[in-house]
Nanobody
Framework: QVQLVESGGGLVQAGGSLRLSCAAS????????MGWFRQAPGKEREFVAA????????TYADSVKGRFTISRDNAKNTGYLQMNSLKPEDTAVYYC?????????????????WGQGTQVTVSS
């Protein structure tokens, strides 16, 4: 199992940007598919984005396409989620997840390792 720690959350105004980081330790990071999920109070955990082992392939939820960019730097054992043009509906706790897999996952149950989450709040 890989250990994950998110950082970079905070309070921003609508239209602003944040970059979340996911620092990994334990097993070699480049053997893990990585994903980002978010969860608002009273709502189910929602898929945001995922990236393949090498970073060559990505997939996004329709709600964030064109605004968010997922990336990774395997040499630094770190994944990223760049969030631009933020909207109040993006407000949630954001979680980094990883899975020892060759294919991308968009379902939370498919991921074995999770970070503790970082709060993102977007004001109107």
């Amino acid at each position: 199992q890989v250990q994950l720690v998110e950082s970079g959350g905070g309070l921003v105004q609508a239209g602003g940007s944040l970059r979340l980081s996911c620092a990994a330790s334990g097993r070699t990071f480049n053997v893990y598919v990585m994903g980002w999920f978010r969860q608002a109070p009273g709502k189910e955990r929602e898929f945001v984005a995922a990236i393949s082992r090498s970073g060559a392939s990505t997939t996004y939820a329709d709600s964030v396409k064109g605004r968010f960019t997922i990336s990774r730097d395997n040499a630094k054992n770190t994944g990223y989620l760049q969030m631009n043009s933020l909207k109040p509906e993006d407000t949630a706790v954001y979680y980094c997840a990883a899975d020892y897999s060759l294919v991308l996952h968009s379902t939370a149950s498919s991921y074995d390792s999770w970070g503790q989450g970082t709060q993102v709040t977007v004001s109107s």
